[in-house]
């Protein structure tokens, strides 16, 4: 069984265009996170969940919104695509919200690519 | 804030040789510091963490890291490497989420 799984694994969409990617956890975690890949293979946090609530919300623009319906999902979902939110993005989780003494778990990256 | 970073973009060596990825930290307190992999087009692969205790951490394929408290250093290492070794290597720092470090592309010719 996989341990976080994102849907889809690559995504092609038009500018403009909404869509949404869902992320999914069976370890039991209370706290789940988004990150973004750039072209330039940099790694930046985005939004964190503990147990349905929003604790951490970095500066990304409010195109994008978050969204946990149970400390086991935490979906992704983002309006008017443009051509810069191009990228991989990584769902993770943690065992909880304090400093992660037993790591973190990342699934496999869903790469989204706007045209 | 904490952060790490990797000074070298790329590091080559020939397989058998020993294999060095550099991370300095800048944290206050006591620092989660972990080494992650990613082989081209997967996701992010757990290698090894320091929290507390031995300096010397040992991790996965092989691979181990030392803490240096004086350098503010926590550099990966692999006695030989192997071509199959070849991949992205990151440094990050936990600061109740991780903030990675740039990243090193490690490239093991035959």
């Known amino acids: 069984d996989t341990a976080v799984s994102q849907t889809p694994k690559y995504l092609v969409t038009q500018m403009g265009n909404d869509k949404s990617i869902k992320c999914e956890q069976n370890?039991?975690?209370?706290?789940m996170y988004w990150y973004k890949q750039d072209s330039k293979k940099f790694l930046k946090i985005m939004f964190s969940?503990?147990?349905?609530?929003?604790?951490i919300n970095e500066t990304v623009p409010n195109r994008f919104s978050p969204k946990s319906p149970d400390k086991a999902h935490l979906n992704l979902h983002i309006n008017s695509l443009e051509l810069g939110d191009s990228a991989v993005y990584f769902c993770?989780?943690?065992?909880?919200?304090?400093?992660?003494?037993?790591?973190?778990?990342f699934g496999s990256g869903t790469r989204l690519t706007v045209v | 804030a904490q952060s790490v970073a990797q000074p070298e973009d790329q590091v080559n060596v020939a397989e058998g040789n020993p294999l060095t990825v550099k991370c300095t930290y800048s944290?206050?307190?006591?620092?989660?510091l972990f080494w992650y992999v990613q082989y081209p087009n997967r996701g992010l692969q757990f290698l090894l963490k320091?929290?507390?205790?031995?300096?010397l951490v040992k991790g996965s394929y092989g691979f181990e890291a030392e803490f240096n408290k004086s350098q503010t250093s926590f550099h990966l290492k692999k006695p030989s490497a192997l071509v199959s070794d070849s991949a992205l290597y990151f440094c990050?720092?936990?600061?109740?989420?991780?903030?990675f470090g740039a990243g090193t592309t490690v490239t093991v010719r035959a």
């Open positions: 944290v206050s307190g006591n620092p989660y």
């Open positions: 993770a989780s943690s065992q909880n919200r304090d400093r992660a003494e037993y790591g973190y778990t």
């Open positions: 990050a720092v936990d600061d109740y989420k991780l903030s």
């Open positions: 370890l039991g975690h209370d706290t």
């Open positions: 320091y929290i507390t205790g031995d300096n």
């Open positions: 969940y503990n147990n349905k609530e929003l604790i």
